[in-house]
């Protein structure tokens, strides 16, 4: 029997097609100890590069794929265990792992691994809506779903759909004006979006849903919850707009009218507290997207709704603080498009809500800090 205190380190699914990632870097060797949440290794994956992030605290005993090496999803990446543990018995669990990462690898190689869902449409007002759903229902039927920010779309959730759809049905939907999305986003507003959000849970049959937006989305989300507080089974919100006044307009500018390679990749640098992390991947999905009739129409059309000058137009309701259900907010302490306002600022508007700033995460906390906002939406 193995020892229950033995770890294994996996390869994480940060993606719904991923069926591989290469280690492009360690950042602990063998024997040192790691707290929980701590950075392990650097993952590069055909969409985007991440910090893997240990799930408990322990000593890594043992590195089973190394620097420069891929590995399927599910592989076996490293062990952790406390010294105690034999090392016979770290060698057995090392075989084990070795014998069962050829045959992923295997599988994958066969076309054998299974690549995920297919996203879908539903037709909201005069509006075609994309949207990817993983997992089942549960027995209380509610679903969670996840509102991109602007300029994103449903795969920027790929570091957190995967897992949370494991015991939970979840959306990720893309706004009007967004990926596969309709590009008519009316007049631009929070309150044309929010609207397009509710009519997209009726569509879906969601009577009640855990609503997780970031940046635009988190204001989209809060409105809705505003408007529909019966359909809101909590609120997590990711360094929404609409709470504080400081927002870098250049970049909401730059970015609605960049259109190549050389303009799209600094901008997204700035999202990041790592710039490097931006990937070849990355930029050429922007720059895809960017080139579609109609995207720079919206987005230069959501921009200005967003905006008063170089301000924040967007304010939540002051309402938000009555919204009886958990509410969650999340903000990365390196973040420069959407600045946090500050613990007064976020107390004062959200009295009730629980707070987290995530060191090491810029405007992205959830791609940057993927274990930990996980913790927070599973909590």
Known sequence: MTDERIRLVTMPKWGLSMTTGEITDWWVTEGEEVTEGADLADIDTDKIAGPLE???????????VGKGSRAPVGAVLAVQAPAEVPDSEIDTVVAEA????AELAEAVESGAEDTGPAAQTVTVGRRALSYLS?????????ATVLVHGYGGDKDSWLFLQPDLGSDRLVHALDLPGHGASSKDVGNGSVDELAGALLGFLDEVGAARAHLVGHSLGGAVAATAAVSAPERVASLTLLAPVGLGEAIDADYLRSFATASSKREVKPLLGRLLADPSAVTRSMVDDVVRFKRLDGVQAALQRLCEAMLDGDRQAVALPDSLAQLDVPVTVVWGAQDTIVPNPGDDVLHARLPRARIELLDGAGHMPHMEKAG???????G
Do not use: F, K, M
Request: proline residues 3%.
């Open 372 to 378: 930990s906002v996980l913790a927070s939406l599973r």
């Open 54 to 64: 240990a799930e408990g605290p322990g000593t890594l005993r043992r590195i089973v």
């Open 98 to 101: 070795q014998q069962r990462n």
């Open 134 to 142: 993983v997992g089942e229902a549960g027995s209380d039927g509610v």
